[in-house]
């Protein structure tokens, strides 16, 4: 079989039947990985890697994720998997560079500065940095959990990820909730 | 156990019917109540704004104000690719076992092409070590940062040999501490850390599959580490109170009526009990640390090491802090039912400056107070409630 793959040069002979199961499987992961790359790419900035880092950490996953479909992992949820997996990654990702210091983007200065948002009133703006604000003041699990959570995992998804059990995570997110209201 | 309709539902109930998690009957009778009570419905109303206010946030402060990525996204498509070409294990093999036999220099370089690089979840520890996938097309620039499993040289075969190993060291045992500590792995959860025969030894018991292949994905690359799992009927779940059930004591029924109900009551134990088990599992982490890395033994870390160890233990004692706050705002309603004085700041014993000493009385007072906690709301002590409630405000007030 000749180079139908993606213009690859003549590579292992699949058969018909696998290569169009690995051709469907390539659709699967690329279109999810157009969906959602942005959004890993996003949640590993959150997690502290810098954005080189995480691009190419985001990059990373959905090759795993092809690779564990690919061996045949019953992968219910690709999208929970994916964030589950992001995650770890960026934190060994982070446990190995310890003496880097996490990114932090300026969030606080950026939406004080009203430069940067002309189109938003001052009370939108003032809003925007109170939620920083509150984000920011909330405990690492409970922030985790409202990420992980905004990407439509659910909490027995989020509690695999952060090894706690699903009913801490509604405990965890309902504090969050709360602190944001509260605040702003 | 049915509720009357009439008691409130939980904060985590409503969250937990906005967010489909609740069992079907649990859900039923939230939303049955949901229609009687208008404060509850408000409840409900404040949680979505606050779920609005989280996505707002992601929108426009993530979405809108968090770096770009700074190279445009590769195609997943050659890296893909280069996996389907190693999922052909027959060919591969042969064609490495063949090129090894007669051509040693090309045959590492053919090994190499046919291995597939798998890391993650599905690695496990049977596997020949793997060998980074060909991937030059998906990384948009040369690889700098080492990748996680070396590429061999020429001429060494795909299964690598180790050759001997220093002993492994306090600092490396440190470095296994802080990858747990990175997956919350060292708060209660049935993990063993040790040096033995020159390895950095960790074992546990009764771990998930899952809980494992992450365990191992984030141990595999430290040097000088064995893993050792053991399978066990036993529960992931740690110890803890879940299974305490308050019961109806004499002493309780004053604060069960301040608090307005059995339902509530139930709600304050299982808030506090849960508090503390989560304090006590920090308590035990930091003691743990200062069991393993005595002053003898942090004197010969490297600076490196030492900051390791010097973050790691305030990222405890910083929890700590902030979970004690916690435990003693939920606290607080059961001493104010019972007329208990609500403890200040203040304790009798004095604190330790150095934190190995801290660590141990800091556990030491923290076991104290579950255990007053647990004779309190658990009905195991015969004692008056009040006499309890003072000992539990003392020992609330020598947790700092």
Request: proline fraction near 7%.
């Amino acid at each position: 079989m000749t180079g139908k793959l993606n213009g690859e040069a003549a590579t292992a002979p699949l058969s018909i039947a696998g290569w169009n199961n690995a051709m469907t499987l390539r659709d699967e992961v690329a279109q999810l990985y157009e969906e959602a790359r942005e959004d890993v790419y996003r949640y590993l900035l959150t997690l502290g890697l810098h954005p080189p880092q995480a691009q190419e950490a985001a990059q990373d996953v959905f090759l795993r994720l092809y690779a564990a479909l690919r061996k045949g992992d019953d992968i219910r949820n690709r999208r929970a998997w994916v964030f589950r997996v992001a995650h770890n990654h960026g934190l060994n990702v982070r446990a190995r560079e310890a003496r880097a210091t996490p990114f932090a983007p300026e969030l606080e200065a950026q939406l004080s500065d009203p430069g940067q948002g002309p189109e938003r009133t001052l009370i939108e703006r003032e809003r925007l940095l109170c939620l920083q604000k509150a984000v920011a003041s909330l405990s690492e699990q409970q922030r985790r959990c409202l990420h992980l959570r905004a990407e439509g995992l659910r909490y027995p998804e989020i509690g695999e990820v952060l090894g706690i059990s699903p009913s801490t995570v509604g405990e965890f997110l309902r504090r969050a909730l709360v602190r944001l209201r509260q605040r702003c | 156990m049915e509720r009357a309709q009439n008691i409130h539902a939980s904060g985590e109930e409503l969250l937990g019917l906005l967010d489909g998690e609740l069992p079907d009957s649990e859900a039923r009778r939230v939303r049955a109540h949901l229609e009687a009570c208008w404060q509850c419905r408000e409840s409900s109303e404040e949680l979505q704004r606050g779920i609005a206010d989280a996505l707002l946030y992601r929108r426009e402060v993530l979405q809108g104000h968090l770096p770009r990525p700074p190279s445009p996204w590769a195609g997943l498509h050659a890296g893909m690719a280069a996996i389907d070409a190693a999922t052909q294990p027959s060919w591969a093999e042969r064609l490495s076992r063949a090129l090894r036999r007669w051509l040693p220099a090309t045959a590492a370089l053919a090994a190499c092409a046919a291995a597939v690089y798998e890391w993650g979840p599905e690695l496990t520890r049977n596997e020949p070590a793997a060998v980074a996938v060909p991937a030059p097309a998906v990384q948009p620039r040369a690889v700098e940062t080492a990748p996680e499993r070396a590429l061999p040289g020429p001429g060494v075969p795909t299964l690598p040999q180790r050759a001997p190993q220093p002993e492994a060291t306090p600092g490396d045992e440190l470095r296994v501490w802080r990858a747990l500590r990175a997956l919350n792995a060292d708060l209660g959860e049935p993990v063993e850390v040790k040096r033995e025969s020159g390895r950095v030894v960790v074992s546990a018991t009764g771990l998930s599959p899952a809980r494992r292949d992450r365990l191992e994905e984030a141990l595999d690359s430290l040097p000088r580490v064995e893993l050792a799992w053991t399978a066990s009927p036993a529960a992931e779940t740690r110890p803890g109170h879940a299974d305490v059930r308050v019961s109806a004591r004499a002493g309780l029924s004053a604060i069960e009526e301040r608090l307005g109900g059995r339902a509530a009551l139930d709600r304050v134990a299982d808030r506090v009990l849960l508090a503390s088990d989560d304090l006590l599992a920090r308590a035990h982490a930091l003691h743990r640390l200062a069991e393993r890395f005595p002053p003898t033994v942090e004197a010969r870390l490297s600076a490196e090491e030492q900051d390791m160890l010097a973050a790691l233990v305030q990222e405890h004692r910083q929890a700590f802090a902030e979970q004690s706050v916690e435990l003693k705002q939920s606290v607080r309603p059961v001493l104010e039912a019972l007329e208990a004085a609500v403890p200040g700041p203040a304790g009798q014993q004095p604190v330790s400056s150095v934190w190995q000493e801290h660590a141990r009385q800091s556990l030491a007072v923290t076991q104290q107070l579950d255990r007053v906690l647990t004779a309190l709301l658990a009905g195991e002590d015969a004692g008056p409630g009040e006499a309890l409630a003072a000992r539990v405000a003392a020992a609330l007030a020598e947790v700092r």
